[in-house]
């Protein structure tokens, strides 16, 4: 028994494909896969549609049956079976057609009889056969036969996601990884948490002083900012006191300030002590 099961939608008439439908269900439910189709609905309703459209959608693979009648036609001018099966083809769904064999004998209430839907029947099975995934059939016995030999093939040719059981979802090995993923990421969370409070909390600051007086510069090394070095106003000339003037000349402050580092040294500067930090 494989572990991935697939949801397989069945289309085709009722009335007239009852024991081939039952059949096809027997068989799928027999190598352990999901048949759903029209059992499930009420055709002809507009709200049903859009249930049908999500089951079409939500199913993995998608078996068309086709015999010798039409069926009841929507207001958009097709059967509610050529319906399904041109949403199918939209969305791209893996596509198994299998016409019944259009010189079998049937019974009157298995046959088209009006004009109009034999002709839109016969251009729906010429769709139908168009499609590589297509084969015919005599009988429900031999219906049944070839989609238990089909199906598995299409498995293996373009396999879908399936359904798997949620114990089964991911492997022992797999759950084991990932917690210890998870745990080491929690980890190193809480140590990143950690240097960035030791980092944001050592901001280097240091004083330049002119003549062992008052401090004249602050430098701050704030690592927590996109700036890191903060620096304050140059001094003038003009803002160093009168009563220390007499100390100092006017080229002197100038050619300190022409001392102080540029731009490029500060950024050499902060990556360093970014690095060492």
Not at 45 to 59: L, V
Not at 168 to 178: D, G, M, N, R
């Given at each position: 028994m494989e572990e991935k099961k697939y949801q397989i939608f069945i289309s085709s008439t009722y009335t007239d494909l009852i024991a081939e439908r039952n059949k096809i269900i027997e068989t799928l439910l027999g190598i352990y896969h999901l048949p759903v189709g029209m059992e499930m609905f009420s055709a002809g309703?507009?709200?049903?549609?859009?249930?049908?459209?999500?089951?079409?959608?939500?199913?993995d693979y998608y078996i068309l049956i086709i015999g010798h009648r039409y069926g009841s036609v929507t207001t958009d001018g097709i059967s509610y079976t050529e319906k399904e099966y041109n949403?199918?083809?939209?969305?791209?769904?893996?596509?198994?057609?299998?016409?019944?064999?259009?010189?079998?004998a049937t019974k009157p209430e298995e046959r088209e009889t009006d004009s109009k839907k034999i002709k839109k029947l016969n251009q729906f099975v010429t769709?139908?056969?168009?499609?590589?995934?297509?084969?015919f059939w005599e009988n429900k016995d031999e219906l049944?036969?070839?989609?238990?030999?089909?199906?598995?093939?299409?498995f293996s040719r373009n396999p879908q996601i399936g359904w798997v059981r949620g114990d089964?979802?991911?492997?022992?090995?797999?759950?084991?990884?990932?917690a210890e993923l998870s745990k080491k990421n929690r980890e190193l969370t809480e140590e990143l948490i950690l240097l960035r409070e030791k980092v944001s909390n050592r901001f280097p600051k240091f004083n330049i002083t002119i003549n062992g007086e008052n401090d004249c510069y602050e430098y701050l090394i704030d690592q927590s900012s996109n700036n890191y070095i903060k620096?304050?106003?140059k001094?003038?000339?003009?803002?160093?006191?009168?009563?220390?003037?007499?100390?100092?000349?006017?080229?002197?402050?100038?050619s300190y300030i022409k001392s102080l580092p540029n731009k490029n040294t500060i950024q050499e500067f902060e990556e360093r002590i970014y690095f060492y930090n």
């Open positions: 309703n507009d709200e049903q549609w859009e249930i049908i459209k999500d089951t079409i959608a939500t199913s949403y199918a083809l939209e969305l791209g769904k893996p596509i198994l057609s299998f016409v019944k064999n259009r010189e079998t769709k139908a056969t168009s499609n590589k995934m297509c084969d049944a036969m070839k989609v238990a030999i089909t199906l598995p093939k299409s089964q979802a991911l492997s022992p090995k797999i759950s084991e990884e990932l620096i304050n106003d001094l003038t000339y003009d803002e160093i006191p009168s009563d220390l003037s007499e100390y100092i000349t006017k080229d002197e402050v100038d």
